[in-house]
C-alpha cells in the first residue's frame, strides 16, 4: 500500500468523497469563527490604526496565491515523471484558485497601501511579483482552456508550468534587484514576538488555517468535477463511435 | 543542420516578413513614442533605453509564431522528427534562424533608432551590447512559446499571452544594464545576469520546447 | 456596531471585495460540480442501456 494507490482515479474518487463533507465542516469551522474574530474583536495597533484588520484577508490570500503556484508546480511534476491523471487535473482545478487569490492579495494589498503609503500602486517587488504571477496564472488558464485534447492540454501546460516556475523565481529576484521595496520585512517569521502581537497573532493564524482548508475543500471538488469531465469526454467520444 | 539553418532564413525573408517587417514595427515604436510622452530631450533620452528595448522585444514577438507554424502545416515538421538530428537540435537551429532575421538587425538597428529619442553618447554602445546579449534569450523563450502553441488554430494572442510574461526578467536585467550603461554607472552585475539568463535558456529550453513539439505531433 | 475609525472605507471595501470573490468562486464551483455530476449520470444511464 502506498501514496502512489490514491493517484488510481477510482480510489481517489471514493476516499475524496468519503473526506470532503469533513474538509468541508472544518474549513467553516475555522475560516467563519477566524474572520468574525478578526474583524469584530481585535484591537487597533498603533501604527496602523483599525486598517490593521485588512492584514486577516490579505496575509492568509498572499501566502496562498504562492503556496497553491507551488502545488502546481509539484503536481505538475509528477504528471510529467509519474503521469498520475489525478495530480495533472489537480492543478487545473488549483489554477482559479491560485488566481482568486492572486487578485485578493493585490485589491486588498492597493486598498490598503493607499492610507498606509499614500498610493494604491507603487512598484514594489512584492507588488510587481505579485502582478507577475498574476500573469503566469492566466497564461496557465489560457493554455488549459485554448486545446481541445485534454490529454495533449495536460502536457503541454505541465510543461509551461514548470518552465514558468523557473522564469517566475527569476522574476522574483529581478524585480528585488529592480527596485527597493516599501514593505516591512517578513512580519509572520518564526520570532513572531518580535513582530507581531498575540491579540493579532492568533486570529492571524485561524484565518490562515481557514484559507488554507476552504481551498483544500475547493480543490477537492474541483478535481472531482475535472474527473468526472474526462470520464464524460471518454463516454461521449464511445457514443459517437457508436453511431457512426 | 546548416542546411536546415540556410533554408529557414531563405524562408523566412521569402515570406516578406522577418527582416523587414520587425524592422519596420521597430522604427514605428520609436517614432510613436516621442509623440507620446513629447519632444522634450531630456526625458526621451532618460527613457531612450527602456523604450529601444521595450521596443526590441514587442518587435520580436511579432514573427514567433511563425517559427513552426509553416512547417507544422505543411508536414515538415513531421518529417524534422523522424530526421536524424535530434528534435532539440532542430529547435536550437529554428531559434538561431529567427535570432539572425530579427534580433540580429534589431540590434544593429537600435543604436540608430536611438538617435530620435536623443540617446546620449555612451548609451548607442550600451543599447548595441545588451541587446546582442539578451535578444537569442528573446529567440529561445519565443521558440519554446511557439512550440507551445503550434497546433493551435489562432494561436497568436495566446502566444503573447504565454511568452511575455517569460519575457519580463531578461526586459529587466537587459533595460537595467542599458540605463545605468547610458547614465555612465557600473552595469556589470545586470549585464552579468542577463547573460545567464541567455545561457541558460539557450541550454535548458531547447528540451522543453522540443518535448512540447512532440505532443503537438503526437 | 463597532467603529472602525477614518478607515472604514478601506477596511469596508477590502473586505467586501474579498468576500464575494471567496463566495463567488464557491458558487461557481458548485455549480460546475452539480452540472458535471448530473451530464456523467446521464452518459452513464445511456452508456449502461445501449451496452
Redesign the interface.
Known amino acids: 500500500m502506498s501514496l502512489w494507490e490514491f493517484a488510481n482515479p477510482v480510489k481517489f474518487m471514493a476516499l475524496s468523497g468519503k473526506v470532503l463533507p469533513w474538509v468541508i465542516g472544518l474549513a467553516a469551522l475555522t475560516l467563519i469563527p477566524g474572520l468574525i474574530w478578526g474583524f469584530f474583536f481585535t484591537p487597533e495597533a498603533t501604527n496602523f490604526g483599525n486598517s490593521v484588520k485588512i492584514i486577516y484577508i490579505h496575509v492568509p490570500s498572499a501566502m496562498m496565491a504562492i503556496n497553491i503556484w507551488v502545488m502546481m508546480l509539484v503536481t505538475s511534476l509528477i504528471w510529467i515523471v509519474r503521469r498520475h491523471h489525478v495530480s495533472v487535473r489537480a492543478a487545473k482545478a488549483a489554477a482559479l484558485i491560485g488566481v482568486t487569490m492572486t487578485v485578493i492579495a493585490l485589491i486588498t494589498g492597493a486598498i490598503w497601501g493607499e492610507p498606509m503609503w499614500g498610493t494604491y500602486w507603487a512598484w514594489d517587488p512584492r507588488l510587481t511579483s505579485f502582478l507577475i504571477l498574476f500573469l503566469f496564472y492566466l497564461g496557465y488558464m489560457a493554455l488549459w482552456a485554448a486545446i481541445e485534447n485534454p490529454d495533449t492540454a495536460a502536457d503541454l501546460t505541465s510543461v509551461l508550468c514548470i518552465v514558468g516556475s523557473v522564469f517566475a523565481l527569476l522574476s522574483r529576484y529581478a524585480v528585488n534587484f529592480w527596485n527597493q521595496g516599501l514593505h516591512q520585512g517578513a512580519s509572520l517569521s518564526m520570532d513572531r514576538e518580535e513582530h507581531v502581537a498575540n491579540v493579532y497573532y492568533l486570529p492571524l493564524l485561524l484565518c490562515i488555517a481557514g484559507f488554507i482548508l476552504l481551498f483544500v475543500a475547493l480543490v477537492l471538488i474541483r478535481t472531482r468535477t475535472e474527473l468526472r469531465l474526462v470520464r464524460l469526454h471518454r463516454l461521449e467520444i464511445r457514443e459517437r463511435m457508436k453511431d457512426a | 543542420m546548416i542546411a536546415l539553418l540556410v533554408r529557414d532564413m531563405r524562408l523566412a525573408m521569402r515570406a516578406g516578413g522577418g527582416f523587414g517587417l520587425g524592422l519596420a514595427f521597430f522604427l514605428i515604436v520609436s517614432t510613436l513614442v516621442p509623440f507620446g510622452v513629447g519632444p522634450e530631450a531630456a526625458i526621451l533620452s532618460r527613457i531612450a533605453p527602456g523604450i529601444l528595448w521595450v521596443g526590441a522585444l514587442l518587435a520580436c514577438l511579432l514573427s514567433l509564431d511563425r517559427i513552426f507554424q509553416l512547417d507544422f502545416e505543411d508536414g515538415s515538421l513531421d518529417l524534422l522528427a523522424t530526421a536524424p538530428i535530434p528534435m532539440e537540435g532542430t529547435v536550437a537551429i529554428k531559434a538561431l534562424a529567427h535570432w539572425l532575421v530579427t534580433g540580429l538587425p534589431l540590434t544593429l538597428a537600435a543604436p540608430a533608432f536611438g538617435a530620435l529619442m536623443n540617446l546620449q553618447s555612451p548609451g548607442h554602445y550600451w543599447i548595441f551590447i545588451t541587446l546582442l546579449i539578451g535578444t537569442p534569450a528573446l529567440s529561445m523563450?519565443g521558440a519554446?512559446g511557439a512550440a507551445?502553441?503550434v497546433?493551435?488554430k489562432r494561436?497568436g494572442l495566446?502566444l503573447s499571452?504565454?511568452v511575455?510574461?517569460?519575457y519580463?526578467?531578461t526586459l529587466?536585467?537587459g533595460a537595467?544594464a542599458a540605463t545605468r550603461g547610458t547614465a555612465g554607472l557600473s552595469a556589470l552585475?545586470?549585464l552579468l545576469?542577463m547573460a545567464g539568463?541567455t545561457a541558460g535558456s539557450i541550454a535548458l529550453?531547447p528540451f522543453?520546447a522540443a518535448?512540447?513539439l512532440r505532443?503537438?505531433l503526437? | 456596531m463597532l467603529d472602525l475609525g477614518k478607515y472604514a472605507d478601506a477596511i469596508l471595501s477590502s473586505w467586501g471585495i474579498t468576500l464575494a470573490l471567496l463566495i463567488a468562486l464557491v458558487l461557481v464551483t458548485w455549480r460546475r460540480s452539480v452540472q458535471v455530476k448530473k451530464a456523467l449520470h446521464a452518459a452513464e444511464k445511456r452508456a449502461s442501456k445501449d451496452g
Open positions: 523563450i519554446f507551445l502553441t497546433g493551435l494561436g495566446l499571452l504565454l511575455l510574461p517569460l519580463i526578467p529587466i536585467f537595467e552585475t545586470p545576469m539568463i529550453l522543453a518535448a512540447a505532443v503537438n503526437r
